[in-house]
């Protein structure tokens, strides 16, 4: 007998797990969020960390009160990362955004006082070096002037560089400040040592440290412009959320306009119920329900549509949109973090520290970077100091192409130099030319642009794993009942069934007194009650139908649903069946010929035919026509161009399903029908176990488990919550065709993630070797320390530019 232990049989339940947020600062590259994650990572509690250079921002999942925020700041100040704990949107309010704002107009203050100072002199630097200009003010020729330039150069601008390099290297967690803090000071030191030992025939190269750190300077400052940009996206988006609300203290219908008494409070003090006054020109402080008064509204925040809409009592508004013309009254209905735009700015948030897996290999790299480079660097001196410059003697007399300054005349000389200086000077440019921030910028900058792009179109993408996913598609599965078709369906026929035969009545007519139905309702009302318990488009427009012909609906108990299939209801002490042939079979109804062939007329016409039964017997249909979404047959046909399978997946009869497909050019190989919701995350499974990469378009609660199970789920914002909770891309605007935008962008999005990391790891294969001297021995050719040091932050530059041109793309 095998013995199972105990915690197999049983297992304790997952805590739960809470997310924690940080802003970190001081990092520089993909090595210091590599060290950031570790640090995180190793506290007790910690699940996981997920950090942002771009963003600046550390995602931590702990258990619940395992581990305090506060602490967690702490341990990252102290490791050299200045941190702090993000407050709660509904406690930090417009605080967070100005001190975000304010900090980052400091960190570009400083960066540019640090930029002049360097610029300045790099210019001194470099006239002493062009001989006639430099002639005519000998103090520009100098040696001992430029000493005090290369002095200067570290002492003010570089300070900052080669202190947080030095921390790092004490921490045991080198960083790029670490390889330009050892390269400049390398180059420092050697030229002091030649300065004040010219016995020992050494030349100086004072330029060196002032060009490497004025042009690692200005690539900084370019790059941190560019960030900038990248995340002015998200900023705008931050700043649309209301801080101000009018709370109608004592609703009155006389007094709802501009004479309401009112009170000025903060938005996320409103509750859920309260009345609110809205003015024109003032945002909306929460999603709510007009009350009172009629208006229109600016919503391109939500929708990216310029055109206002009306918005009349009974009308919902959501918070952060803006009212133009007339004075409202609205009924909060969600307030603070539940708001539709909290919603969004916690997606557009959540996806920017979501990495896409191919950046895996990039954080792989970067962890080992700095100390790879270390070893190559050393490696390039013990080459060219013991073996190189005895191989090739030429590379000593002409030193490489690398002009270099004596300290007893006041040019530069074409005179013979030492293999030490040549090979530290190789060692140098090695260090220099290194550069792990490109890696560490090349997913998190796209990712940055991209979401907000699609934020500011309506289009939330959840991380940048979702848009490796969308690249990857080759099948897209929709929904029928309210994704291709509008939702708002209409009823076009009720066929009372009597004895076998089959009498059809228009949906106006009223009830006869002679009806065939074993109840003194007709069955339009029978059905209206039913399905007064439940929620679906279908449901709605039976509903609609009866209170159009103004017929009393009986009041309907014991509900039962089964989602895709039907309901069932008592009324009036009879127990009736409303729903699909499944249904109806299910409870042992049979249909009759006559039956079959009225269902089959009206599925042929691409109506839905709902079957109601009472006592056990099939009483009639009811033939339901959804009409469809204007750009649904553009959108099936961009889909097909852009070489994607269109797959219609339907719970309904398989001539309804059809004759939709044919409306929109869908090959009816290509249909799938009678799949009731439980199945449909099935039949995704299905063509995901035939390799292929699957994206579910659904809108209503019986989509989720097909969204979940789909590789990219695909909600509409009019469909559930629970849909668009399940969902990796959120459609605000409703409309179908920006299934077609949103791959489109995830797509450009993704290749510029692709392109960034190709030129991120390209630049250091192809840099590297250059640094190293691999073409000066036939070629003659090199990188000196301080075109290294340009190259390097040419690199950083050029990975946050490619990401800004994905809004040249956007905009085409």
């Given at each position: 007998?095998?013995?199972?232990?105990?915690?197999?049989?049983?297992?304790?339940?997952?805590?739960?797990?809470?997310?924690?947020?940080?802003?970190?600062?001081?990092?520089?590259?993909?090595?210091?969020?590599?060290?950031?994650?570790?640090?995180?990572?190793?506290?007790?509690?910690?699940?996981?960390?997920?950090?942002?250079?771009?963003?600046?921002?550390?995602?931590?999942?702990?258990?619940?009160?395992?581990?305090?925020?506060?602490?967690?700041?702490?341990?990252?100040?102290?490791?050299?990362?200045?941190?702090?704990?993000?407050?709660?949107?509904?406690?930090?309010?417009?605080?967070?955004?100005?001190?975000?704002?304010?900090?980052?107009?400091?960190?570009?203050?400083?960066?540019?006082?640090?930029?002049?100072?360097?610029?300045?002199?790099?210019?001194?630097?470099?006239?002493?070096?062009?001989?006639?200009?430099?002639?005519?003010?000998?103090?520009?020729?100098?040696?001992?002037?430029?000493?005090?330039?290369?002095?200067?150069?570290?002492?003010?601008?570089?300070?900052?560089?080669?202190?947080?390099?030095?921390?790092?290297?004490?921490?045991?967690?080198?960083?790029?400040?670490?390889?330009?803090?050892?390269?400049?000071?390398?180059?420092?030191?050697?030229?002091?040592?030649?300065?004040?030992?010219?016995?020992?025939?050494?030349?100086?190269?004072?330029?060196?440290?002032?060009?490497?750190?004025?042009?690692?300077?200005?690539?900084?400052?370019?790059?941190?412009?560019?960030?900038?940009?990248?995340?002015?996206?998200?900023?705008?988006?931050?700043?649309?959320?209301?801080?101000?609300?009018?709370?109608?203290?004592?609703?009155?219908?006389?007094?709802?306009?501009?004479?309401?008494?009112?009170?000025?409070?903060?938005?996320?003090?409103?509750?859920?119920?309260?009345?609110?006054?809205?003015?024109?020109?003032?945002?909306?402080?929460?999603?709510?329900?007009?009350?009172?008064?009629?208006?229109?509204?600016?919503?391109?925040?939500?929708?990216?549509?310029?055109?206002?809409?009306?918005?009349?009592?009974?009308?919902?508004?959501?918070?952060?949109?803006?009212n133009q013309s007339g004075a409202i009254a609205i009924k909060a209905t969600r307030t603070g973090n539940d708001t539709t735009l909290a919603h969004i700015v916690a997606l557009v948030e959540a996806a920017q520290t979501r990495k896409a897996p191919i950046q895996k290999l990039a954080d792989t790299a970067a962890g080992y970077f700095t100390y790879a480079i270390l070893t190559a660097s050393l490696l390039t001196f013990i080459f060219w100091y013991f073996f190189g410059t005895h191989i090739w003697p030429d590379v000593v007399m002409s030193g490489g192409g690398m002009p270099m300054m004596s300290h007893t005349?006041?040019?530069?000389?074409?005179?013979?130099?030492?293999?030490?200086?040549?090979?530290?000077?190789?060692?140098?440019?090695?260090?220099?030319?290194?550069?792990?921030?490109?890696?560490?910028?090349?997913?998190?900058?796209?990712?940055?642009?991209?979401?907000?792009?699609?934020?500011?179109?309506?289009?939330?993408?959840?991380?940048?794993?979702?848009?490796?996913?969308?690249?990857?598609?080759?099948?897209?599965?929709?929904?029928?009942?309210?994704?291709?078709?509008?939702?708002?369906?209409?009823?076009?026929?009720?066929?009372?069934?009597?004895?076998?035969?089959?009498?059809?009545?228009?949906?106006?007519?009223?009830?006869?007194?002679?009806?065939?139905?074993?109840?003194?309702?007709?069955?339009?009302?029978?059905?209206?009650?039913?399905?007064?318990?439940?929620?679906?488009?279908?449901?709605?427009?039976?509903?609609?139908?009866?209170?159009?012909?103004?017929?009393?609906?009986?009041?309907?108990?014991?509900?039962?649903?089964?989602?895709?299939?039907?309901?069932?209801?008592?009324?009036?002490?009879?127990?009736?069946?409303?729903?699909?042939?499944?249904?109806?079979?299910?409870?042992?109804?049979?249909?009759?010929?006559?039956?079959?062939?009225?269902?089959?007329?009206?599925?042929?016409?691409?109506?839905?035919?709902?079957?109601?039964?009472?006592?056990?017997?099939?009483?009639?249909?009811?033939?339901?026509?959804?009409?469809?979404?204007?750009?649904?047959?553009?959108?099936?046909?961009?889909?097909?161009?852009?070489?994607?399978?269109?797959?219609?997946?339907?719970?309904?009869?398989?001539?309804?399903?059809?004759?939709?497909?044919?409306?929109?050019?869908?090959?009816?190989?290509?249909?799938?029908?009678?799949?009731?919701?439980?199945?449909?995350?099935?039949?995704?499974?299905?063509?995901?176990?035939?390799?292929?990469?699957?994206?579910?378009v659904g809108d209503g609660i019986n989509d989720a488990p097909a969204l979940s199970q789909a590789d990219v789920g695909i909600a509409l914002h009019s469909g559930t919550d629970v849909a668009m909770e399940t969902a990796q891309i959120v459609l605000m605007r409703d409309r179908i065709g920006d299934v077609v935008e949103s791959i489109q962008l995830s797509r450009a999005t993704f290749n510029k993630i692709r392109q960034n990391l190709f030129w991120a790891f390209a630049y250091n294969t192809l840099g590297i070797p250059l640094a190293a001297g691999v073409l000066l021995p036939n070629l003659g050719f090199v990188?000196?320390?301080?075109?290294?040091?340009?190259?390097?932050?040419?690199?950083?530059?050029?990975?946050?530019?490619?990401?800004?041109?994905?809004?040249?793309?956007?905009?085409?």
């Open positions: 007998m095998q013995l199972v232990p105990k915690t197999q049989l049983n297992p304790e339940p997952t805590p739960p797990l809470e997310k924690i947020i940080l802003d970190v600062g001081g990092m520089k590259c993909a090595g210091c969020v590599n060290a950031v994650e570790r640090q995180l990572t190793q506290q007790s509690g910690v699940k996981s960390a997920c950090v942002n250079l771009a963003t600046e921002v550390a995602v931590v999942e702990s258990e619940v009160g395992a581990v305090d925020p506060d602490m967690l700041a702490q341990r990252l100040t102290k490791a050299g990362f200045p941190s702090q704990p993000r407050k709660p949107r509904d406690q930090a309010g417009e605080s967070t955004l100005e001190d975000s704002a304010q900090r980052q107009r400091q960190q570009m203050q400083a960066a540019f006082r640090q930029l002049i100072i360097a610029g300045v002199l790099l210019v001194f630097s470099g006239i002493g070096h062009l001989g006639n200009l430099g002639g005519s003010i000998p103090v520009l020729n100098n040696i001992w002037f430029h000493f005090g330039l290369a002095t200067v150069a570290i002492l003010i601008p570089g300070r900052p560089i080669v202190v947080d390099g030095w921390l790092g290297w004490r921490r045991n967690a080198p960083n790029m400040n670490t390889l330009i803090g050892l390269g400049t000071l390398t180059a420092y030191t050697t030229s002091v040592v030649a300065l004040f030992f010219p016995q020992m025939g050494w030349e100086c190269f004072f330029d060196e440290p002032v060009m490497m750190l004025g042009f690692i300077l200005l690539g900084r400052t370019l790059e941190q412009q560019a960030r900038g940009k990248a995340a002015a996206a998200f900023r705008q988006l931050l700043a649309l959320q209301p801080q101000v609300a009018r709370l109608i203290a004592n609703p009155d219908a006389e007094k709802m306009g501009l004479g309401a008494n009112t009170v000025e409070i903060p938005a996320e003090q409103v509750k859920v119920g309260e009345w609110l006054q809205v003015l024109p020109g003032d945002k909306i402080p929460v999603d709510g329900e007009v009350s009172f008064g009629q208006t229109t509204v600016d919503e391109s925040m939500l929708t990216g549509e310029a055109v206002p809409v009306i918005k009349q009592p009974g009308d919902t508004v959501t918070a952060g949109t803006i005349a006041h040019s530069p000389l074409p005179t013979p130099h030492s293999p030490l200086l040549v090979s530290l000077k190789l060692a140098i440019a090695v260090m220099v030319v290194a550069c792990p921030c490109a890696l560490g910028l090349a997913t998190p900058t796209a990712i940055l642009v991209g979401t907000g792009i699609g934020a500011e179109r309506g289009l939330l993408i959840k991380g940048g794993d979702v848009l490796e996913r969308v690249h990857q598609l080759d099948t897209i599965v929709f929904d029928k009942t309210g994704t291709l078709t509008t939702g708002n369906a209409v009823v076009t026929d009720c066929v009372v069934l009597a004895e076998g035969s089959g009498e059809l009545l228009s949906p106006s007519s009223p009830p006869t007194p002679h009806s065939p139905l074993p109840t003194p309702y007709s069955l339009l009302q029978l059905a209206a009650a039913v399905e007064s318990g439940t929620h679906h488009p279908l449901a709605k427009a039976i509903q609609q139908t009866a209170k159009q012909q103004k017929l009393s609906i009986p009041e309907a108990v014991d509900f039962h649903t089964e989602p895709g299939m039907g309901v069932s209801a008592v009324v009036d002490g009879e127990t009736v069946l409303l729903g699909n042939w499944d249904w109806l079979s299910w409870h042992g109804i049979t249909l009759s010929e006559t039956a079959q062939q009225a269902a089959q007329k009206l599925a042929t016409d691409g109506k839905t035919v709902v079957g109601v039964a009472v006592r056990e017997t099939l009483a009639g249909l009811i033939g339901v026509q959804d009409t469809i979404r204007p750009d649904a047959q553009a959108t099936v046909e961009k889909l097909r161009q852009m070489g994607l399978r269109v797959v219609l997946l339907s719970g309904d009869r398989t001539e309804a399903a059809n004759a939709i497909a044919q409306q929109l050019g869908i090959d009816s190989a290509d249909v799938v029908a009678g799949v009731p919701p439980a199945k449909k995350a099935a039949f995704i499974e299905e063509l995901q176990t035939k390799a292929a990469k699957v994206a579910m990188l000196n320390p301080s075109g290294a040091a340009a190259l390097m932050a040419f690199s950083s530059v050029s990975v946050v530019t490619n990401s800004l041109l994905l809004r040249r793309l956007a905009h085409r």
